[in-house]
């Protein structure tokens, strides 16, 4: 499967952005679907995963309250609604897939990786 990230931008301390990732093939539905970001000098961090329904999410501790990940698997898309953002949220953003359920917050276990969208948060 190939992910296409995109939404990334500028956005003020307080603001909101919606990120989305488009997935090519006919299986998206049964792939469990994570966001993952990378700041600068830093190692990359699990975000937010969302079950194979959409039913079940998993959210870091860092973002919780604040980001929320959907997804439409008639769209063969994700999406990661964040909000209040804050300067240690500027980030990429990559979206991925994994085959298996388990221990989604570990980047290790995803399968197929998008290319990443910048998100910057100016405070």
């Known amino acids: 499967v190939q992910l296409q990230a995109s939404g990334g931008g500028l956005v003020q301390a307080g603001g909101s952005l919606r990120l989305s990732c488009a997935a090519s093939?006919?299986?998206?539905?049964?792939?469990?679907m994570g966001w993952f970001r990378q700041a600068p000098g830093k190692e990359r961090e699990f975000v937010v995963a969302?079950?194979?329904?959409?039913?079940?999410?998993y959210t870091a501790d860092s973002v919780k309250g604040r980001f929320t990940i959907s997804r439409d698997n008639a769209q063969n898309t994700v999406y990661l609604q964040m909000s209040s953002l804050k300067p240690e949220d500027t980030a990429v953003y990559y979206c991925?897939?994994?085959?298996?359920?388990?221990?989604?917050?570990?980047?290790?276990?995803?399968?197929?990786w998008g290319q990443g969208t910048l998100v910057t948060v100016s405070s």
């Open positions: 969302t079950s194979r329904s959409g039913d079940t999410a």
């Open positions: 991925a897939a994994a085959i298996r359920d388990y221990s989604v917050w570990d980047g290790s276990r995803y399968d197929y």
């Open positions: 093939g006919r299986t998206f539905s049964s792939y469990v």
